[in-house]
């Protein structure tokens, strides 16, 4: 089994934060965004989910966080903006014709010789498990993983890859539930459809600890550089 590392370690061995001005692509409820600036960067989270956004922003800030609509295959900036773009889990929610498009579009908002950081959850352990009967994201994870691997044709060289598990909480099933929605709202109908089912398999998969209900997830990073 690969090491167990926490993904703030990852970045934070990949990336020195401190004054760093650094995109978020896919920011979701911020809260890397917000990690980001308690580690001395300034961060701005771009984020298409109107759900997401609102959770976002209803946090008090961390510093002087931004948060922007927009999809990361269109970035609204100018060019060489950012010293570093990030997409966290972000990756394979683009749509697979428009991936490298992305990670173009992260290569030109970034600086010369800037770092693109792309975390992606390999289709394994309990977290994929859970998640898997509502949206089986094995095809689209791999598409990312492809664009990643062809990421010279938009301007990136890969220079590391780092292979990790991690874990994630729930606090109960009911963050579990209103986190998928608010992550994908298209999700409600067939969420409440198979409730109980759902409510079983997040008993058997998740492993009881203080923190909440704990989930396995196997991680991959690729760091790629501004050519």
Known sequence: MTEFRTNGSVLREVLSLDGLHVLDVGSGDGSLVRYLVRHGAHATGLECGAAQLEKARSYAPEGDEVYVEGVGEDLPFEDTTFDAAIFSNSLHHV???????????????????????????????????????????????????????????????????????????????????????????????????????????????????????????PMRVNVLRKS
Do not use: C, N, W
């Not at 590391?160 to 709202?185: A, L, M, N, W």
């Open 95 to 217: 749509p697979p014709e428009h991936m490298a498009t992305a990670l173009g579009e992260a290569a030109r908002v970034i600086k010369p010789d800037g770092t693109v950081y792309v975390a992606e959850p390999v289709a394994a352990g309990s977290g994929f498990e859970l998640h898997a009967s509502i949206d089986d994201e094995t095809e689209v994870r791999a598409a990312a993983y492809k664009a990643i691997r062809e990421a010279d044709t938009v301007g990136l060289r890969g220079v590391r890859e780092i292979s990790f598990h991690t874990s994630y909480h729930y606090t109960g099933f009911d963050e579990f539930k209103d986190d998928t929605i608010r992550i994908q709202p298209k999700r409600r109908e067939l969420f409440e459809s198979m409730e109980d089912d759902l409510r079983v398999g997040y008993d058997r998969l998740g492993v009881p600890e203080e923190k909440g209900m704990r989930f396995d997830q």
